[in-house]
């Protein structure tokens, strides 16, 4: 395959040996590719499609939609919250459904081994997969969605929302990112079943406000709540008294934790 073409030589020594062609190759696969579009537009359409539904459709069709009565219009959410709602609980299953048997695979067809033969280091190895997931998710996932919602959120309201605010709350979209990222590459090195890997991933993204709920001390140290955070943050109404900037650096600190955990084992590991 094209993806798979012959590594040019480098010059590089130590841990970033090979980082650069492995590089290559793992951004090929997303940019050279119809993969970047094609995300892009299925997670558009889950997102601001659904957004766009809600709150510019559904007031055109309601006289023509059974059993919707228009008062109950009003009781939808604004448009900041409808898209961080969706964002947070949709990226984090589109990071676990792309990023899963990125390793997996490499160790089931041999590419791998084969690769890791050439001058190339194994802890480039991993942050070549790292590296080039987290741009192409972070793009077709969080900054082209957030800006066509931006866009549409100013249209339908008619005034812009505050910039800096709502930048602030992509970025929290970023760090929910992130976690999720490393913990599936994390698994993916500790694992070799695609089935474990997800049921920690899907479990991870799909039961986190279950686990804060029952453990109410988790809301400091885990990112399951921070998707509910980002619009109360963009509309200026951050909740008083909680310490926001908690759950982000215990965040950022348990990604960190992942993807070191997912190189040191991976020097480790026979292929």
Known sequence: MKADKALNADQTQGWRLGLRNILTRENHSWWKTSRWWMQTLIWGLITNGFMFFLLVLMPLLVDVLPNVDPADLSTLPSGVEIF?????????????????????????????????SKPVSRTAFILAKFLSHLLGLVMTLIIFQSLIAYGLIWLIQGTPLPLWQFIQGVCIL?????????????????????????????????????????????????????????????????????????????????SFAFIIIAIRKFNQIDL
């Open 84 to 116: 961080f709602a969706l964002a947070g609980m949709a990226f984090p299953i589109g990071v676990v459904i792309l990023v899963q048997g990125s390793v997996i695979s490499e160790k089931e067809l041999g590419t791998g081994e084969w690769i890791l």
């Open 174 to 254: 970023v760090v929910i990112l992130l976690f999720y990222l490393t913990l599936v590459l994390m698994m993916e090195v500790l694992s070799d079943k695609r089935g474990t890997v997800l049921a920690v991933g899907m479990g991870s993204a799909l039961g986190g406000l279950l686990l804060v709920d029952l453990f109410p001390f988790l809301w400091y140290v885990t990112p399951f709540i921070l998707a509910n955070l980002a619009p109360l943050i963009v509309l200026g109404t951050p909740p008083a008294g909680f310490p926001v900037w908690l759950p982000i650096t215990s965040t950022m600190i348990l």
